[in-house]
């Protein structure tokens, strides 16, 4: 079956620093990676999408890419601070034309002033 | 542009009965998903609904069912509630059909089995 891993751990970095999250994932690759952001008690709100040839991709602070060598995408947040605490979740795509997301556990991001 | 509205916000209700919860779409957007968020779980797609008809499901048993109205709203029906089915129910939509496009989340039903 497919699956998404993210790091279960909380990532605590100090405000200035960049972020950068991991999202791993089994068996083919996904046709594309979504990265979406999830506050305490709110639905996940989506911030990047990237296509499976698609090295990078970009949106001010946020760097997402995708290597289906390593069947790894990789989530930067540069100059992070405190107000981008919350919770990050990757999902992937299916190749058949669905439209349905899998997404992983999702990994909680602290940043500290 | 008013988001994803998810009806209602709590629910608490006991083992065996019954729920329904509702969501409406994004003005304009066809696809609707239902996904539920265990505590520990993350997100586990239910339901996709387009154009009045279910086009995919999730692994959850038949007891989890729904459907699209002619105006896209939605609406998911749990029968004999189990204590597992507690969690955070997410509705989203999309404006397409395709796996490129993003999905659009409501702010989800609490529901509370004791």
């Known amino acids: 079956s497919q699956k998404i891993e993210q790091n279960s751990e909380a990532l605590n970095i100090q405000e200035g620093k960049t972020a950068t999250l991991t999202c791993n994932y089994t068996n083919y690759s996904p046709a594309y990676l979504q990265w979406y952001r999830q506050d305490p008690g709110r639905g996940p709100v989506f911030l990047l999408l990237i296509r499976e040839n698609e090295k990078e991709k970009r949106k001010e602070r946020l760097k997402v890419t995708f290597d289906t060598t390593l069947k790894q995408s990789l989530f930067h947040i540069t100059a992070s601070q405190p107000a981008d605490s919350a919770t990050y979740l990757c999902a992937r795509t299916q190749r058949s034309g669905y439209s349905t997301l899998t997404f992983g556990k999702g990994t909680m991001l602290l940043v500290s002033p | 542009e008013a988001g994803v509205t998810q009806s209602p916000t709590h629910l608490i209700k006991t083992r065996g009965q019954q729920v329904t919860l509702r969501c409406s779409p994004i003005s304009g957007h066809t696809s609707v998903y239902w996904y539920q968020q265990a505590l520990g779980l993350g997100l586990q797609f239910l339901l996709w609904y387009d154009e009045g008809e279910e086009r995919n499901r999730g692994n959850f048993p038949p007891r989890f069912s729904g459907r699209q109205f002619p105006n896209y709203s939605s609406e998911l029906n749990v029968n004999a509630l189990e204590l597992e089915d507690s969690a955070l129910y997410l509705c989203?939509?999309?404006?397409?059909?395709?796996?490129?496009?993003?999905?659009?989340f409501g702010d989800g039903t609490r529901l509370s089995i004791l």
């Open positions: 989203a939509s999309s404006s397409q059909t395709g796996n490129n496009q993003p999905q659009h």
